[in-house]
């Protein structure tokens, strides 16, 4: 579960497993031109970053891991009733999270086969999202997929 932090200045999530112990620690860098979220382990030592690209044609979020570029999450154009976004990995492997607009129910695949569902949920105050990976996936990846997600979705209803 991934769960926007109520009294947080910004954008803070805690990801918990299925029994509501808490992972992770997100940390939304509040006056960040780009967007930035941190994700740090417990003893907030940063793991992984999503950023948005400045200057790009379409919705372009960058996830490092360990401080490298480990994928480029793109917003497709020209989807109408549906969210399309590219998870573009390093080499032939990329992710593609398909979602419906309304229900804001997304699932990722990978060459057709299915790796991870993601629900967002409708009656909260805050933010939640369910993620169920399929073992032996990147969980970080996917994780930081998801926050792209969440930016790019919160950043149109901005607009």
Known sequence: MIKERFFD?????????????????VDGKVLSLRNRLIIEN???????SVHRHLISLRPTYEITIGGQKAAEVKKKLFTPFR??????????????????LIDH????????????AVSKKWFRVRDT???????????????AGVLALELALSRKDDD
């Open 83 to 100: 969210e399309k976004f590219t998870i573009d990995v390093p080499g032939p492997d990329d992710l593609e999270m398909k979602g419906d």
């Open 9 to 25: 200045i910004g954008d803070d999530y805690d990801i918990t497993d299925e029994h509501g112990t808490k992972l992770l620690h």
């Open 129 to 143: 999202y369910a993620v169920d990976i399929v073992a032996g996936e990147n969980d970080l990846l996917i994780l």
């Open 42 to 48: 417990l003893d907030g030592q940063e793991l992984a």
């Open 105 to 116: 129910e997304f699932r990722v695949e990978r060459g057709g086969r299915h790796v991870a």
